[in-house]
């Protein structure tokens, strides 16, 4: 019989298999959220990998406070002075020639909008992604995420291929060292996608650094790599920025590391900072050639002037408080800790990342060998003792945690939530 006092009860259940977290969260500020029953949680995910300013950031409650009175939403073919000068900005902040913008909800419209351009002006549908890859819960969206809910729902639309996932921590290929050999998993990948595609590739669409498939940073050259092979068939590169966009991984856009300019970028996640906003960007030729055929992504909510405000004082804030080196600043304090704790925790077999967008994975040793269970009991401990965590909760990549703090949390935040998830260690494997 269901529980008729669950808060839960009349909520469809959307986590796969995952349940809500337990308790009802009644605020939250800076990087920490507040149960009702007194709970204080520090927040290890900024949000859903989305608050980098933490939670009710003074300078976007007071923007939000005086949008909403003066002007929140209109007609989708009106301009407002927000979104005009986010979009001027967004163009000033990326490199050439990624000049003009579209303002969306959510990632998964972005990339729905990204892939239905890269279709329309190269006259082709496939789509290549990774087999790790989340991009969306939205039809194309969905159809290039690999990692869940594929199984259950029909036929996913035809022209969709997966590439390997250029892990080096559990390599596929590797060379005379034993390191991952990505030149030929990268090869021997498009080998096999040139031998399915009926001559149709439109566009290859990746994370810089796969979140969902177990924040998996490309290795350095793969990038520039793939934009050659993507380039020599005709196809787009698409990057998903959602969650490494606007200063989490130390730089502004991770693609900046390896010097390769998308022919489209999303955004979504940071750009609102917490609040649903999000951007494609893409260069002045490519919009020609889509206006010219006809593009068409007309929503509701396409250029809404309140979201635009907001995402306005997201950069005011990155730009003032300097937060590109603060997360960098951050982040090897953050990974130093954590390979710390490696030396302590032998179930620590890797960590990686980016600034503040930092992976640990555990691993199987004596008297463990269920590592998702073992990520399951630390997660739960870490909550037990006031830090939330969360891990990728999929069925063999449950021992791998996604840490993506706040870009405004204090040193003593990290300290404190390192201290938590010692201590959650300690008490689940001892």
């Known amino acids: 019989m269901p529980d008729d006092t669950a808060p839960d009860r009349h909520l469809i259940r959307y986590a796969g298999r995952a349940a809500f977290s337990p308790g009802i969260i009644d605020r939250a500020a800076g990087s920490w959220v507040f149960t009702e029953d007194g709970r204080e949680l520090l927040d290890f995910t900024s949000g859903q990998m989305s608050a980098i300013l933490g939670h009710s950031h003074p300078a976007i409650v007071a923007t939000v406070r005086e949008q909403v009175g003066r002007l929140d939403h209109l007609y989708s073919g009106m301009l407002s002075r927000p979104v005009v000068d986010l979009a001027r900005r967004l163009a000033d902040s990326v490199p050439a020639p990624l000049d003009k913008v579209l303002l969306l909800t959510t990632g998964a419209e972005s990339n729905e909008a990204a892939i239905r351009m890269a279709k329309l002006v190269t006259g082709k549908h496939e789509i290549v992604s990774f087999a790790r890859s989340w991009h969306g819960m939205t039809q194309a969206a969905a159809n290039a995420t690999y990692v869940a809910g594929r199984s259950g729902y029909g036929p996913a639309a035809p022209g969709n291929f997966a590439l390997p996932v250029p892990d080096r921590f559990r390599p596929d290929l590797v060379d005379a060292d034993g390191n991952l050999d990505w030149r030929r998993q990268l090869d021997l990948g498009f080998d096999l996608i040139d031998a399915q595609s009926v001559g149709s590739l439109a566009a290859c669409l990746v994370e810089p650094i796969l979140s969902s498939g177990g924040v998996v940073d490309l290795p350095p050259g793969y990038l520039a790599a793939l934009r050659d092979k993507c380039h020599e068939r005709g196809m787009l590169l698409i990057l998903d920025e959602a969650q490494t ?11 900046e590391r390896d010097g390769v300019v998308p022919d489209i970028l999303t955004l979504s996640k940071t750009l609102g900072a917490g609040l649903p906003l999000a951007a494609v960007l893409t260069s002045a030729e490519i919009e020609q050639e889509a ?14 002037p309140l979201p635009a405000a907001v995402g306005n004082t997201v950069l005011d804030v990155l730009v003032r408080d300097r937060l590109d080196e603060r997360a960098h600043d951050l982040g090897k304090i953050l990974q130093d800790g954590l390979r710390e704790l490696a030396g302590k925790h032998p179930v620590i077999g890797d960590v990686r990342g980016r600034g503040l967008l930092v992976g640990l994975e555990l691993v199987a040793g004596p008297g463990i060998d269920d590592t998702d269970a073992l990520g399951a009991a630390v997660t739960q401990r870490c909550a037990e003792l006031g830090l939330h965590m ?3 909760q999929l069925p063999g990549m449950g021992g791998t945690f996604r840490i993506a703090p706040p870009l405004t949390a204090t040193d003593g935040e990290i300290g404190r939530g390192l201290e938590i998830l010692d201590a959650a260690l300690t008490d689940v494997t001892s």
């Open 291 to 304: 206006h010219d055929r006809g593009y068409l992504f007309f929503t509701t909510h396409v250029n809404d």
């Open 390 to 392: 969360n891990i990728v």
């Open 245 to 255: 966009g606007l200063c989490r991984t130390g730089d502004w856009y991770a693609f």
